[in-house]
C-alpha cells in the first residue's frame, strides 16, 4: 500500500460512512451536515485525479452554497412538529426495496460496461482538471453550451423569483 | 519524490500540506474545547441553563419558521455563485486570448454575452423587487 | 513508490512550518483584541486597559487565561453536539485560511530551502473562497444549536450578509486576474516584486473587495449578526468559556487574514517597497541571511496597517441598517464590479492589440 492507496481508501471509506449518515440522521441539520463531509471526501478524490478546479468549486458550489440554502430551508421548516413524516412500515418497505433494485441495476451497469473494464483511473497525472486547460476548452469549443448555460440560470432565477416573491404580490393586491 | 512540491504548483501533492494543516488544527481546537471543558468550574443550576431572553421566561422555541426573504437571497446567490465561477477559467485565459488577436474579442464577445445574460437576470430580479428588503 | 520512500523531511518541515504559522496567528490574533481596546481608547480619549504589566501589555493573556477557566455552560434546550461544533468549525475555517498566504520568501535553514508558504496550490484565491464559505456553517449551526430566537436570527443574517458579499468579492477579483493572468497567491506577489504592485491597476477593484472583507469578518459597519441592541448579544449569546472565545477568536483571525490576503493581492505582499528584493538576497553578508525576515516583517507591517484601518473604521462609523446593507452589497457592489471587470477586460485587449480592434 502506498500512500495515494491509503488516502483513497481513507477518502472512500469516508464518503461512505457519511453517505450512510446522511440517510440514517434523525435530525435534518445533522443530515446536511454529513451531505457536506461527503463533498469533501468526493473533493479529496477529485484532487487524487488531479482535478483541483472540478474540486474547489465542488466545494464552493456544492458544500459552500448549496448547503447553505438547504440549511436556510431546514430552518424555515417548522420542526416542531413531527419531525419523522413516513412511520407507516409498508412505505419504509417499499422505499428500501425499489432503492435496492435501483443499487443493483447501477451495479451491474458499472460492471458490464467495457469502457472502463481493466483501466485505471489516471492518478495525479494529467492537466485537464486544471483550471487554465478547462477554460481554453470551454471557451474554444463548448462556447455555445457556456452561452445556452447562462440562458438556463436566468430561467432558474425567474422561476427562484416568481416562487419566492408569490406571497407579497398577493398581499399588495 | 525529491522535492515535488517546490517545483510544480499544479500536481496534486500540493494539497497534502492541506490535509496536514486541517488535521493539525483539527486536533488543537479539539483539545483547547475538552481542555477548557475540564478546567472549568461546574455548577449547574436549572436557572443558568435556561435559554436567555433577557431576564424574562422564554416562550416557545427556536424552531419556527423564519422569513421567505432570507431563503430568496439564498437560492439567488446560488444562481450567481456558479455564473461567478464561470468567469474564473476565462480569467486565467485571458492573456494567452488576447494575444491571440483573432481569439482576443471572440472570446471576450463570448464573456460580453454571458455577462449580459447575467446583467438581464440581474435587473430582472431588481426590478421584481426579490432584494427589497422592507415589503 | 513505497510509503517509506515519500520524502519525510519535506513533510515534517511542512508540519513545523503549519505550527510555526498556527501558533504565531493565534499570538497575532491575541494581541489584535489588545490593540482593539487600545485604538479604541485613543479615539475615544481614554487610557484603555493599563493594569496587567507596563501599558496593560499583559491584557489579552489575562483574559484568555479568564475565559479558558470558565464554567462550560450548555443550555438544556440546545442541541448538544452542533453547539459545540458550532465555534469549533468557526476556528477550523479561519485558522485553514492561512495555507495558503505566501508570507516570504525561502530560507536556507538546514541545508534545506524552506518556502515561507504552506502550499502554493495554483488555484489559490478560490482556495480561499471555499474556506470563507465554510467558516459560514460555524456561525450557522452555533445560533441554530443554541435555540434561541436571538441566535437564530443573528447567524441568519450572518449568512445572508456573507453569502450576499461573497458575489461582489468573486466578481471584483476576476479583474485582478485579468490583470495578472493566474490563481496563485505565491505567483502573483512575485510577479508584484518586479512591476507595479496591482492597486495601481485596480483601485476600485480593490476597494471593493475591501469593503466585501469588511463585512466578511462581520466588521462595523457590517456588524449586523451582532448589533446588540437589536439582538441582545448575536449569534453566541448562548456560549460562555472557550466557545464564546473561539467565536470572538474567529473573528480577529479572519481579519488578519482577509489582511494578508489584501497585501498579497494588492499591494505586493511580502515585497519590501522601494528595494530590490532579488538584489537582498543575492547579496552577501548579514542581509542575505536577513533578507527573508525582512520580507515577513514587512507583510506583518502591512498587516498591522490594515487592522488599523478597520479598527479605524469601526470607531469611526455607526453601523448599517440591514436593509442598506443588502442595498449596499447587491446594488451598488455587484454592478461596480461588473463595471470595472468589462473595463479591465477590454482596456488589456485593446492595449495588447495596441489600441486597434
Redesign the interface.
Given at each position: 500500500?502506498?500512500?495515494?492507496q491509503?488516502i483513497f481508501w481513507f477518502l472512500s471509506s469516508f464518503a461512505v460512512i457519511s453517505a450512510i449518515m446522511v440517510l440514517v440522521s434523525k435530525?435534518p441539520?445533522?443530515s446536511v451536515?454529513w451531505l457536506?463531509a461527503v463533498f469533501f471526501a468526493i473533493s479529496g478524490h477529485y484532487?487524487?485525479?488531479?482535478a483541483?478546479?472540478l474540486a474547489?468549486?465542488n466545494?464552493?458550489?456544492y458544500?459552500?452554497?448549496?448547503?447553505?440554502?438547504f440549511?436556510?430551508?431546514i430552518?424555515?421548516?417548522?420542526?416542531?412538529k413531527d419531525t419523522d413524516p413516513q412511520k407507516n412500515i409498508w412505505i419504509k418497505l417499499a422505499g428500501a426495496v425499489s432503492g435496492g433494485c435501483l443499487l443493483m441495476v447501477l451495479v451491474s451497469l458499472v460492471k458490464q460496461a467495457t469502457e472502463i473494464n481493466g483501466k485505471e483511473a489516471m492518478l495525479?497525472k494529467g492537466?485537464i482538471g486544471?483550471?487554465?486547460t478547462?477554460?481554453?476548452v470551454?471557451?474554444?469549443d463548448f462556447?455555445v453550451p457556456?452561452?445556452i448555460?447562462?440562458?438556463l440560470?436566468?430561467s432558474?432565477?425567474?422561476g427562484?423569483?416568481v416562487i419566492?416573491?408569490k406571497?407579497?404580490k398577493l398581499?399588495n393586491n | 519524490m525529491h522535492s515535488l512540491l517546490n517545483i510544480n504548483s499544479?500536481?496534486?501533492?500540493n494539497?497534502l500540506p492541506i490535509a496536514i494543516q486541517l488535521i493539525f488544527v483539527i486536533g488543537f481546537i479539539g483539545t483547547m474545547l475538552a481542555l477548557s471543558a475540564i478546567t472549568g468550574p461546574k455548577r449547574k443550576t436549572k436557572d443558568k441553563l435556561e435559554t436567555f431572553a433577557s431576564g424574562i421566561e422564554h416562550h416557545?422555541?427556536a424552531?419556527?419558521?423564519?422569513a421567505?426573504k432570507?431563503?430568496?437571497i439564498?437560492?439567488?446567490?446560488?444562481?450567481f455563485?456558479?455564473?461567478v465561477?464561470?468567469f474564473?477559467?476565462?480569467?486565467?485565459?485571458f492573456r494567452?486570448?488576447a494575444a491571440d488577436p483573432t481569439?482576443a474579442w471572440k472570446?471576450f464577445m463570448?464573456?460580453l454575452?454571458?455577462v449580459g445574460?447575467?446583467v438581464?437576470?440581474f435587473v430582472?430580479?431588481i426590478k421584481?423587487?426579490?432584494l427589497k428588503w422592507e415589503? | 513508490?513505497?510509503?517509506l520512500s515519500?520524502d519525510w523531511p519535506l513533510l515534517l518541515e511542512k508540519f513545523v512550518l503549519i505550527a510555526i504559522i498556527v501558533f504565531t496567528t493565534l499570538g497575532i490574533a491575541l494581541y489584535t483584541t489588545f490593540g482593539e481596546r487600545k485604538v479604541a481608547a485613543i479615539l475615544q480619549d481614554r487610557p484603555g486597559p493599563n493594569r496587567a504589566g507596563p501599558f496593560g501589555i499583559l491584557q489579552p493573556l489575562a483574559d484568555g487565561v479568564k475565559m479558558f477557566t470558565k464554567e462550560e455552560i450548555i443550555p438544556t434546550h440546545a442541541?448538544k453536539w452542533?453547539f459545540i461544533?458550532g465555534p469549533g468549525l468557526a476556528m477550523v475555517a479561519a485558522l485553514m485560511t492561512c495555507a495558503v498566504i505566501p508570507w516570504g520568501g525561502t530560507v536556507h535553514i538546514f541545508n534545506r530551502d524552506v518556502v515561507l508558504q504552506v502550499t502554493d496550490?495554483?488555484?489559490g484565491i478560490?482556495?480561499i473562497?471555499?474556506v470563507v464559505?465554510?467558516g459560514?456553517?460555524g456561525i450557522?449551526?452555533g445560533g441554530?444549536a443554541s435555540n434561541n430566537k436571538f441566535s437564530?436570527i443573528s447567524s441568519?443574517r450572518a449568512?445572508s450578509q456573507a453569502?450576499s458579499y461573497e458575489l461582489a468579492m468573486g466578481l471584483s477579483l476576476i479583474a485582478l486576474i485579468f490583470v495578472t493572468g493566474n490563481?496563485s497567491l505565491g505567483e502573483m506577489v512575485k510577479q508584484q516584486q518586479t512591476h507595479w504592485w496591482n492597486i495601481v491597476y485596480q483601485p476600485l477593484g480593490f476597494l471593493i473587495f475591501f469593503i466585501c472583507a469588511m463585512a466578511e469578518c462581520n466588521r462595523t459597519p457590517f456588524d449586523l449578526p451582532e448589533a446588540e441592541n437589536e439582538l441582545n448579544f448575536g449569534y453566541h449569546q448562548e456560549y460562555s468559556s472557550m466557545k464564546l472565545g473561539f467565536y470572538l477568536f474567529a473573528e480577529y483571525i479572519n481579519m488578519i487574514m482577509s489582511s494578508a490576503v489584501m497585501a498579497s493581492l494588492y499591494f505586493g505582499g511580502y515585497d519590501i517597497p522601494f528595494v530590490d528584493d532579488n538584489l537582498l538576497y543575492n547579496s552577501s553578508g548579514i542581509w542575505h541571511t536577513l533578507a527573508p525576515f525582512c520580507q515577513v516583517g514587512t507583510l506583518l507591517l502591512k498587516i498591522v496597517f490594515f487592522i488599523f484601518v478597520f479598527m479605524w473604521i469601526r470607531w469611526t462609523i455607526p453601523r448599517f441598517r440591514y436593509d442598506q446593507l443588502m442595498n449596499l452589497g447587491w446594488k451598488t457592489l455587484i454592478p461596480l464590479a461588473l463595471i470595472n471587470m468589462v473595463i479591465t477586460g477590454s482596456l488589456i485587449i485593446l492595449k495588447i492589440n495596441h489600441w486597434h480592434f
Open positions: 500500500m502506498n500512500l495515494i491509503i435530525s441539520v445533522h451536515l457536506i484532487i487524487l485525479l488531479n483541483q478546479f474547489i468549486v466545494l464552493i458550489v458544500a459552500g452554497a448549496i448547503m447553505v440554502l440549511l436556510f430551508v430552518m424555515m421548516m417548522n420542526l416542531n495525479g492537466d486544471l483550471i487554465g478547462l477554460g481554453k470551454l471557451f474554444t462556447v457556456f452561452e448555460s447562462s440562458v440560470f436566468l432558474a432565477m425567474v427562484a423569483v419566492g416573491k406571497d407579497s398581499e | 499544479s500536481t496534486a501533492i494539497y416557545g422555541d424552531r419556527s419558521p423564519m421567505v432570507y431563503f430568496l439564498a437560492i439567488l446567490f446560488v444562481l455563485d456558479v455564473e465561477i464561470f474564473y477559467p476565462y480569467a486565467v485565459n494567452t486570448f481569439m472570446t463570448a464573456v454575452m454571458f445574460f447575467f438581464i437576470g430582472y430580479v421584481k423587487g426579490a415589503d | 513508490m513505497t510509503l515519500f442541541n452542533l461544533l496550490i495554483n488555484i478560490l482556495y473562497f471555499a464559505s465554510m459560514i456553517y450557522m449551526i441554530w437564530l441568519l449568512a453569502i490563481l
